[in-house]
């Protein structure tokens, strides 16, 4: 007996690869960010990349200093972006480079000016599969900091992220929610993300944060498994 069924098959296309690149990072307080990845049939969580922040003790206000970020795979890490961030006092701001960032203490006047690196130099920063991932998460380690651990999947610290679509428009994770990175990555486009360290007390505005970086998701629809919905 020939049994007709109208239906349909609904995939979603899913996050096969990341691309992280710093864009600034301040503060008096040295950190780490990593993406950690549990492979499907895995249970112990991975190190997949990883950007520190070394500050340059120059002793302006809000604190300057080298970001580097790195791929890891395995026992092997590649730097694959460095930014290093120069202050110096001057007397005014008359003439300044683009992009220079200017404080005021005082009577002192600070000028900040960041350089990027890239490895190798058309590189687009730290690329990372994540076809084979089952989970994902972003860990913040603030030696310094109270708490000293931030994630995106504890609930009680992932309101110190910032996750939105400009540099303007980057609301904070509400209080008591944890993030599912393979949605938080937009396909095809920058996503904007940040960190709070722990100098200042949270909810706060984005421009509070200390610790701003794009990420941008490549998605696919058959490179992934994922679940597949039959509607009728």
């Known amino acids: 007996v020939e049994v007709g069924v109208a239906s349909a098959v609904r995939k979603r296309p899913a996050l096969v690869q990341t691309t992280f690149k710093v864009t600034k990072v301040s503060g008096y307080w040295n950190k780490t960010m990593t993406l950690y990845g549990t492979k499907f049939g895995d249970t112990v969580a991975k190190p997949l990349m990883t950007i520190t922040y070394a500050y340059n003790n120059y002793g302006d206000p809000k604190g300057y200093g080298t970001s580097i970020v790195s791929t890891i795979n395995g026992s092997t890490t590649t730097k694959v972006q460095q930014q290093v961030c120069t202050t110096s006092t001057v007397k005014n701001f ?17 000028v900040t000016t960041c350089a990027d690196t890239f490895y190798p130099s058309n590189g687009a920063g730290a690329v990372i599969d994540v076809s084979q991932m089952d989970n994902l ?20 610290t992932s309101n110190r992220l910032y996750i939105g679509t400009s540099t303007t428009t980057m609301p904070e994770v509400a209080t008591g929610q944890t993030v599912d990175i393979f ?4 396909c095809g486009q920058p996503g904007y993300q940040a960190w709070e360290d722990g100098g200042n007390p949270v909810p706060a505005d984005v421009s509070n944060a200390d610790f701003f970086y794009t990420v941008q998701g490549k998605c696919d629809f058959n490179q ?9």
């Open 183 to 186: 949605t938080a990555v937009p």
């Open 137 to 156: 998460y972003l860990q913040m380690d603030v030696p310094s900091g109270s708490p000293k651990v931030l994630k995106s999947n504890d609930p009680t």
């Open 94 to 110: 008359s003439s300044l480079p683009s992009g220079a960032i200017t404080q005021t203490s005082g009577s002192k006047k600070y």
């Open 224 to 232: 992934r498994p994922s679940n597949t919905v039959l509607t009728q």
